[in-house]
């Protein structure tokens, strides 16, 4: 089902709150080290102003555990915002204090406040009624635009559609368009490419997956239990003992599903957990004990070449190998590259891939790139997302 946004209502001399992800990376000083989610929050902005509203931003910043903290005060989003937009945004000291409620009072069109810290307060992570209704009372329409916390049901992410009409704003519509359309109306053959440390934290994932896609692609440090699975000797690789009898399972889940499933055929292996450990590529059923797999070999990057060439749709989430050692970053950077060169949709699941492809310098070929790790992972998962969810169906 899709959602309302702000194109499908009326903002005309509305307050309208709109939840920004605003949780900006920054350095000791408090300066702002990477303005990209305050420049995505621009459109979402700039059309309501173009359209008379008045504008009333809100969104966390780090994690303040429910307290005040100057630390994480948004001053330095303020004056970036002001900035850019090019006129003075106003900074309340409080969320739906003393100084929001003036602030907010008096708006003219055009205007726009931003709130404090939503974190500061602890009933905005507990979506405390009250507290939800207060913040609503600021305003009377609400916008949600942070999909990087649309999985959190929080006050300012969800608990405040229940005392206004609420939509989603540019971004979180282009999260579902993208998102939403790869997984539940892909164009095939519709590939999804998973890495990574861990099967643990992508089990959901690749179940969800294996209803949907033609060829399933692991890689990454969770391949190792499913070559174990195999039967194979995997030496010192990360591998969840526990997770063997579910990766057979999802084996098996594959086959009764016809999806092709590719899992390295060879590997880097390295005799130590560290870029100057001695490395060398090998077949995956050869690897020697006291070495382990840290990145995908050559045979395998040019097998996944062969079968993306043919996909129309590809979603990929985590790293092919241990990226962060240049020595074992190649498998991860030639599947960025591999997805650049394609004439098909693509699409990554935020976190380390986005990253990848950043470092590949190959980003403004990539379809689309999630802004959220952890909610992303959830809609593949197909879970649903409470702040996505709580807002209005088209
Ligand atoms: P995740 O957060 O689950 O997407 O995992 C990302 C992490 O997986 C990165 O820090 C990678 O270094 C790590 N990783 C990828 N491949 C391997 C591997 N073969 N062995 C150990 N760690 C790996």
């Not at 992508?202 to 179940?207: G, L, P, Q, R, S």
């Not at 006291?290 to 996944?304: E, F, L, N, R, V």
């Not at 999630?370 to 649903?384: D, I, N, Q, R």
Request: glycine share 8%; net charge negative; charged share 30%.
């Amino acid at each position: 089902m899709s959602k309302k946004t702000i194109q499908d209502i009326d903002v005309t001399g509305k307050k309208v709150l709109v939840r920004c992800d605003f949780n900006v990376p920054q350095d000791e000083n408090g300066n702002i080290t990477d303005t990209r989610r305050i420049v995505g929050a621009l459109p979402t902005i700039k059309y309501l102003l173009e359209h008379n509203a008045k504008v009333i931003l809100c969104s966390h910043l780090g994690r303040p555990k429910g307290e005040v903290n100057p630390k994480f005060s948004l001053e330095p989003v303020q004056k970036e915002l002001s900035k850019e937009l090019g006129i003075e945004v106003k900074l309340a000291s409080d969320i739906i204090g003393e100084s929001a409620k003036t602030l907010t009072s008096n708006m003219k069109e055009g205007e726009v406040v931003l709130l404090e810290n939503v974190r500061f307060d602890k009933r905005e992570e507990e979506n405390d009624k009250e507290f939800s209704k207060e913040l609503a009372s600021l305003a009377e329409i609400y916008v949600n635009d942070a999909f990087g916390t649309a999985h959190r049901a929080h006050a300012s992410t969800a608990g405040v559609s229940e005392f206004l009409p609420a939509v989603s704003g540019f971004l979180i519509e282009k999260e579902l368009k993208f998102l939403g359309d790869a997984l539940n109306n892909p164009e095939r053959p519709f590939v999804a490419i998973l890495g990574g440390k861990k099967v643990s934290d992508k089990i959901m994932v690749i179940n969800n997956l294996l209803e949907k896609v033609d060829t399933l692609i692991i890689g990454g440090g969770m391949a190792y239990t499913f070559l174990k699975a195999q039967g194979m000797n995997i030496g010192t690789s990360v591998c969840e003992d526990d997770k063997i009898e579910l990766a057979k399972e999802l084996l098996k889940k594959a086959e009764e599903k016809n999806v092709k499933l590719i899992l390295p055929e060879d590997v880097v292996i390295a005799n130590a957990f560290d870029e100057n450990a001695e490395s060398k590529v090998v077949k995956a059923n050869e690897i020697e004990d006291g070495w382990m797999g840290m990145d995908i070999g050559p045979a395998t990057i040019s097998k996944c070449k062969e079968v993306l060439q043919n996909a129309k749709t590809i979603m990929w989430n985590g790293p092919m190998g241990v990226f962060e050692m240049s020595k074992f970053a190649c498998g991860t950077n030639e599947i960025a590259k591999i997805l650049a060169s394609l004439d098909a949709t693509t699409v990554i699941g935020g976190g380390d891939s986005a990253s990848a492809v950043e470092k590949a310098g190959v980003s403004d070929k990539i379809t689309h790139i999630s802004t959220g790790g952890g909610a992303s992972l959830e809609f593949l998962e197909g879970k649903v997302l409470p702040g996505i969810d709580c807002l209005e169906d088209k």
